[in-house]
């Protein structure tokens, strides 16, 4: 029997598990957590913190094709995995996407790719000498291990006297660009076949994602400019995989690259109710089959994230949408608890 390892049991790793059961292939997951939402849905798992050796050694041994959740992994463990079963996508792409510094740095070696002006930040002065070049505005992040806005600082007028105690050790400092609206495309590759799911806008809220529509409002022309710099970037990392981009729309309908995650995407939870094949059923054609298949959208949509204590009123989502809950132990604020779905 086919099976796979999912690094990581959070929501994505739950949507991963159940998509790999109506495909019939086993899935372990290594979590770092007791608690975690796949834990009733993967066959196997296995608890510690991702570097104890002895862990890592039975989870390596548990499946044959291995994947991840999250990008933040210490690229030692992906290249561990690597050396003796096969993984999704390649730990160089991992290595790029988990590091806001070097990802930058790679998309602005691409072809007419850009992405919003960016400093390296390592301490108070660099900092200061910076945010001089950009109007004395920008965000300030952690180069590694942020989401959901973990670790971000808008800075505005100069105003960085709560940022002074900071060790500022492997920041990024950004200018904030005043775009139109965020979208995402996600792309799927195997044996250089692509399938990409058509852009999607995005709408945050506190840094936090919450809501994505299906199709995105935006005219054919940058429809199809996002699809095609997504497609780019896809083929010169020579993809097998997953890979979402997130973007961001300017004014002059240019596109600016936000990041990139290299792995299922919230901005995709809609194509489990309306695409026919979802971004967890693609990711899994790629690593068990030939390559992705077409997602063909069903219906125009929109997903709603479901964030903090906005879960006590899960029973009303439940009635009115196709809602998911993410089986969370805890409602914490700014944490995502679950999400819902609705044609539009
Ligand atoms: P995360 O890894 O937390 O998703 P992002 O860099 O995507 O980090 O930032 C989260 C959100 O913050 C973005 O989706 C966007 O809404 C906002 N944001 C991030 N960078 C910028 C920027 N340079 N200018 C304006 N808004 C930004
Ligand atoms: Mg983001």
New binding site residues.
């Given amino acids: 029997m086919s099976s796979l390892g999912i690094i990581g049991g959070g929501q994505l790793g739950m949507f991963l598990c159940q998509a790999a059961k109506d495909l019939g292939i086993n899935t372990s997951v290594l979590s770092e957590t007791e608690e975690f939402s796949a834990k009733s849905f993967c066959d196997k798992f296995f608890v510690g913190k991702f570097s104890d050796s002895k862990i890592l050694k039975d989870f390596i041994n548990s499946a044959d094709n291995f994947t991840i959740e999250t990008e933040n992994i210490p690229f030692t463990i992906l290249e561990k995995i690597a050396s003796k079963k096969k993984i999704f996508p390649d730990p160089g792409i991992v290595k790029i996407c988990q590091n ?1 510094l070097r990802e930058k740095k790679f998309l602005n070696s691409l072809n007419n790719i850009k992405t ?1 002006k ?1 400093f390296e930040i390592n301490n108070q002065e660099e900092l200061k000498k910076n945010l001089k070049l950009i109007n004395n505005s ?2 300030l ?1 952690t180069s590694e291990f ?7 600082y808008k800075i505005l007028n100069g105003q960085i006297s709560e940022l002074e105690s900071l060790n500022l050790k492997s920041f990024i400092l ?6 139109e609206k ?1 979208i995402s495309v996600i792309v799927c590759r195997k044996n250089k076949k692509i399938e990409t799911y058509p852009a999607v806008e ?1 709408i ?1 809220k506190n ?3 919450r809501e994505t529509i299906f199709p995105a409002n935006i005219s054919d022309e940058v429809r199809k400019n996002a699809n095609k710099i997504a497609t780019q970037i896809a083929n010169h990392i020579n993809l097998n995989g997953i890979l979402a981009i ?1 973007m ?1 729309l300017m004014k002059d309908k240019s596109i600016l690259i ?2 990139l995650a290299p792995r299922p995407h919230n901005s995709g939870h809609w194509s489990i109710d309306y695409c026919e094949i979802s971004q967890f059923h693609n990711l899994l054609n790629t690593i068990f089959f030939e390559s992705p298949k077409s997602p063909n959208p069903i219906s125009p949509c929109k997903m709603v994230n479901v964030i903090g204590d906005e879960f006590l009123k899960k029973d009303v989502f439940e009635k009115k949408f196709k809602f998911y809950d993410y089986l969370k132990k805890e409602i914490k604020s700014a944490r995502k608890m679950g999400h819902y779905t609705f044609k539009i």
């Fill in positions: 806001r919003a960016f920008g965000i992040k942020g989401y959901d806005g973990k670790g971000q950004e200018e904030i660009l005043d775009f965020e995005n945050h840094s936090i994602l997130e961001f936000n990041e």
